[in-house]
């Protein structure tokens, strides 16, 4: 099977179910961005040198892709055997928040990116999942998407933000809290 088609070469691409639709669609604006999100997921996966996040990250990523199935099926088009999506990922990822949050600091004030290269690899993550939850909240808004996703994606941008905190951690890196100038 080659991995070009051509069928794309005039700017639009096929839904599952077989509906074409502008590449610069929204909706493909919203796969793509989760799409995007589940890279910068194998990145922190790679470098972020826990046994334990490591395997939550890979589930991640594989919930990701469930996302892109159903951000990528035709909503007009019924009969599709789209993957199931589970509430117990989120109930998951809130006990692996709950998990290491429970071995570090209180935090006091919003902190600044950085510090380390694998801390900011979490951030960076963060920010795309924020992007691509405003995305899927506006597909949302414009038709039919499973709500369940918007859940997810608010709670993984948790997630990142927490487990950048405990990289933090891990690597030495001191967190610099941002206070206001008056």
Same mark, same amino acid.
């Given at each position: 099977m080659k991995?070009y +088609?051509?069928?794309?070469?005039?700017?639009? +691409?096929?839904?599952?179910?077989?509906?074409?639709?502008?590449k610069?669609s929204?909706?493909?604006?919203?796969?793509?961005?989760?799409?995007?999100?589940?890279?910068?997921i194998?990145?922190i996966?790679d470098?972020? /040198?826990?046994?334990?996040a490591?395997?939550?990250?890979?589930?991640?990523?594989?919930q $990701?892709? +469930?996302f892109?199935?159903?951000?990528?099926a035709d909503?007009g088009?019924?009969? $599709?055997?789209?993957?199931?999506?589970?509430?117990?990922?989120? +109930?998951a990822l809130?006990a692996?928040?709950d998990r290491?949050e429970? /071995?570090?600091?209180?935090?006091?004030s919003?902190?600044?990116?950085?510090?380390?290269?694998?801390?900011?690899?979490?951030h960076?993550g963060r920010?795309?999942?924020?992007?691509?939850?405003?995305?899927?909240?506006a597909l949302?808004?414009? /038709?039919e998407?499973?709500p369940?996703?918007i859940v997810?994606?608010?709670? $993984?941008?948790?997630?990142?933000?927490?487990?950048?905190? $405990?990289?933090?951690?891990?690597? /030495?890196?001191?967190?610099?809290p941002?206070?206001p100038?008056n």
């Amino acid at each position: 099977m080659k991995i070009y +088609t051509k069928g794309g070469d005039q700017g639009s +691409t096929s839904l599952w179910g077989g509906k074409r639709i502008s590449k610069a669609s929204l909706r493909i604006e919203a796969y793509g961005t989760v799409d995007e999100l589940n890279v910068h997921i194998g990145l922190i996966r790679d470098v972020v /040198g826990d046994e334990v996040a490591s395997r939550e990250l890979e589930e991640i990523q594989k919930q $990701l892709f +469930t996302f892109g199935a159903h951000l990528a099926a035709d909503p007009g088009k019924k009969g $599709l055997k789209l993957p199931v999506l589970h509430e117990a990922k989120v +109930t998951a990822l809130e006990a692996a928040i709950d998990r290491m949050e429970a /071995g570090l600091p209180p935090l006091k004030s919003f902190i600044l990116p950085g510090g380390h290269p694998n801390v900011s690899y979490c951030h960076l993550g963060r920010v795309v999942c924020r992007r691509a939850e405003r995305l899927v909240v506006a597909l949302h808004e414009a /038709g039919e998407v499973n709500p369940a996703i918007i859940v997810y994606l608010n709670r $993984l941008s948790d997630y990142l933000f927490v487990l950048a905190r $405990l990289v933090a951690k891990k690597v /030495g890196a001191k967190e610099l809290p941002w206070h206001p100038e008056n």
